[in-house]
């Protein structure tokens, strides 16, 4: 069963948030495809439209994974991965907007803790 790509309203609504978020950054998702696997007892992976892009450092990622299901995750380096602890999501915006405001929180905390010179 194939995922079906993103459709022009909702790259609209990714690209919209970011926007929001950093104010006239410059910031662009790209479209991308990624590996997942749809339930955790599936073995085979399934390919998904994905937009994707970066800031400071943080790479952000937003998957369909099929008819208004989405995922998301932000992740500074293979080890230091996150998401926002719901598994899927049935609404697109409240899916990128869990995801901003949890990055943006965990960035809050991790100056905290490694304050710049």
């Given amino acids: 069963m194939a995922v079906p790509d993103l ?13 929001e978020r950093w104010r006239n950054g410059g910031i662009v998702a790209e479209e991308v495809d990624v590996e997942l696997r749809l339930s955790k007892a599936d073995r085979e992976v399934t390919e998904c439209p994905a937009l994707y892009w970066e800031h400071d450092g943080c790479t ?3 998957a369909k994974t ?4 989405y995922r998301s995750q932000f992740f500074y380096s293979a ?14 915006g409240d899916c ?3 995801l901003l405001r949890l990055q943006a929180d965990h960035e809050s905390e991790r100056n905290k803790n490694f304050p710049t010179a």
């Fill in 7 to 19: 459709t022009a309203l909702e790259k609209s609504i990714i690209q919209q948030s970011i926007n």
């Fill in 60 to 62: 952000f990622l937003v």
């Fill in 66 to 69: 099929g008819e208004n299901r």
């Fill in 79 to 92: 080890k230091e991965q996150f998401n926002t602890g719901i598994e899927e999501y049935t609404d697109l």
């Fill in 96 to 98: 990128v907007l869990f």
